[in-house]
């Protein structure tokens, strides 16, 4: 295609200009990030095309898979499902910001210890929202672990193992 | 999705004024289905104001001694409140019913009033649905059908109303604060949502400027005897076919007063009265729980691949309400609602 055709489609007079960038300035992992984006951006794009994040995973954009799960103020949420500009002024904590490669986040580490996935797609979602749900405190059994993990869902069929890392966690004495 | 410009209510009164002044602006909360529906292009705001910065998050004391529950309390609060699980139970269990802990973190329990029906028709742009696009026709009568309604329906549409928490909500006789361009009033729950009749485009009885910004809970004690019975096509994290909000006094085994309010079936909240009534009085047995579901679903009619749901909601009251007898449910006890 050649530059003059890209420029005149561009430049289609049916086409309403979209509504100026605004500033949001979000605060992630501990750190303020400021990003010039529409007020349509999800927190999911905002995280994964403006600020490099891209541990946060884009699984169904709908709210059923959770792959795109973070933690809010400490609360899980799907952040395909909310606006970065509704966040403003939250603390939004990512898989980037549970761990480091030489010190992983207990979770992170019973993840690698159990074999709790195949592919790894679904993986931060699920570690984000194992650390949503700890904090929760509502979850004791086995089978309250899998109700309270149903939002996160692993094509791959990790469940079993998903499930075990989990509770190896939440029965670890306190530090 | 389309684009939309973005603004913050700071007052009840002015995201009232800044929606009557303007049909493209909606309102947003939890957001959970409106941008999902968004997305979809099903909905076409052109401007969204936020009202989640608004004071309408406590959950307290109601004037008659009931609870009163924020507009902006989020699903998952307010299911864990110490005060809904002691003394309203069945709100406790139908909300874990529903959605996944993430979504119920960010639902708002004004915002799960407004969900709008799951009908796959009604989601795809491509396909008529007189809720979409009022006068281009139903696509699910004579389609496939099977997860529509039974109860209440019209020749322009069998969509079902989707939230769990509102069965609840009729059963327990909620009220709705409500403020307008008019000032405030106070809706009676089973006035609020509505039957398609000639209209499906509207789910609710609300003026498109008003805003609900509590849920009153009254004062009345049904949190010994109730079940919610959720029956749906895998354990958990998928809407109702059919669900039962049962609620019961009992003196002795004699039935003093008697809920019953089902989803999954209608367009709205289906709580039928008239049931209720043939349980009063009563001794708690199944023959009585027989006759009261039989009565539900007097008028019940399918439309092919959803039939099923008649005879599935009639055994659904009868054992709802026989857990109810029984006391078995407890609030928090997110298993037993769908398993014995």
């Known amino acids: ?150 939002g996160n869902l692993c094509r791959c069929g990790a469940y079993t193992n998903i499930v075990s890392a989990i509770e190896e966690v939440l029965n670890q004495p306190k530090a | 999705m389309n684009s939309f410009t973005y603004t913050r209510a700071t007052a009840v009164e002015a995201a009232v004024r800044e929606k009557a002044a303007d049909d493209g602006v909606k309102f947003i909360a939890g957001g959970t289905n409106l941008l999902d529906l968004i997305k979809e292009n099903v909905e076409r705001p052109t401007r969204l104001v936020d009202l989640n910065h608004l004071p309408l998050t406590a959950i307290e004391a109601a004037p008659d001694g009931g609870l009163r529950l924020g507009a902006l309390a989020t699903n998952a609060d307010t299911a864990w409140h110490e005060q809904v699980q002691k003394r309203y139970p069945l709100l406790n269990q139908a909300i874990l ?12 329990n004004g915002g799960n009033l407004f969900q709008r029906t799951r009908c796959y028709y009604f989601y795809d742009t491509a396909t008529p649905c007189n809720k979409r696009e009022p006068g281009s026709g139903c696509s699910a009568i004579g389609g496939y059908n099977r997860i529509h309604a039974i109860l209440g329906t019209s020749d322009s549409c069998i969509a079902t109303h989707p939230s769990d928490m509102c069965i609840a909500l009729a059963a327990l006789n909620a009220t709705l604060q409500v403020t307008g361009k008019n ?42 005897h109730f079940s919610y019975l959720k029956l749906r096509d895998r354990q ?43 349980l009063k009085g009563q001794p708690a047995t199944e023959e009585t729980f027989r006759r009261a579901a039989a009565a539900v679903v007097e008028n019940a009619q399918g439309y092919g691949h959803n039939t099923f749901k008649i005879e599935l909601a009639k055994r659904a009251i009868v054992r709802a309400l026989k857990q109810a007898a029984e006391g078995t449910q407890h609030a928090a006890d997110i298993f037993t609602n769908s398993n014995p």
């Open chain 2, 183 to 224: 000032g405030e009033r106070t809706v009676k729950f089973e006035d609020f949502h509505r039957l398609p009749g000639n209209q499906p485009e509207l789910d609710n009885t609300l003026a498109p400027d008003e805003v609900v910004t509590a849920i009153d809970l009254p004062n009345e004690d049904f949190s010994r």
């Open chain 2, 97 to 108: 019913a529903g959605a996944s802990p993430q979504l119920r973190n960010m639902a708002t």
């Open chain 1, 1 to 150: 295609m050649s530059t003059t055709t890209t420029q005149a489609s561009l430049g289609h007079p049916a086409i309403a200009p979209p509504p100026a960038l605004g500033t949001v300035t979000l605060k992630i992992n501990g750190v303020e990030r400021q990003l010039e984006i529409a007020p349509w951006t999800t927190l999911l794009d905002a995280l994964r095309e403006y600020l490099d994040l891209t541990g946060t995973k884009k699984g169904c954009d709908h709210g059923q898979c959770g792959a795109c799960t973070v933690l809010v103020d400490g609360k899980r949420i799907n952040s395909c499902l909310t606006l970065a500009v509704m966040k403003e002024g939250a603390d939004i904590t990512t898989i980037e910001g549970l761990g480091t490669e030489t010190n992983l986040h207990p979770l992170q580490q019973a993840f690698v210890d159990h074999d709790a996935f195949q592919c790894g797609y679904c993986t931060p979602g699920q570690i984000c929202s194992a650390v949503g749900m700890l904090t929760e405190g509502k979850a004791k059994t086995t089978a309250e672990i899998r109700e309270m993990m149903s």
């Open chain 2, 236 to 278: 958990s994290y998928a809407f109702a076919l059919v669900s039962v909000a049962a609620a019961l006094q009992l003196d002795g085994n004699t039935i003093k007063d008697a809920r019953l309010a089902l989803g999954g079936v209608a367009h709205k909240p289906w709580r039928d009265q008239q049931a209720e009534d043939l």
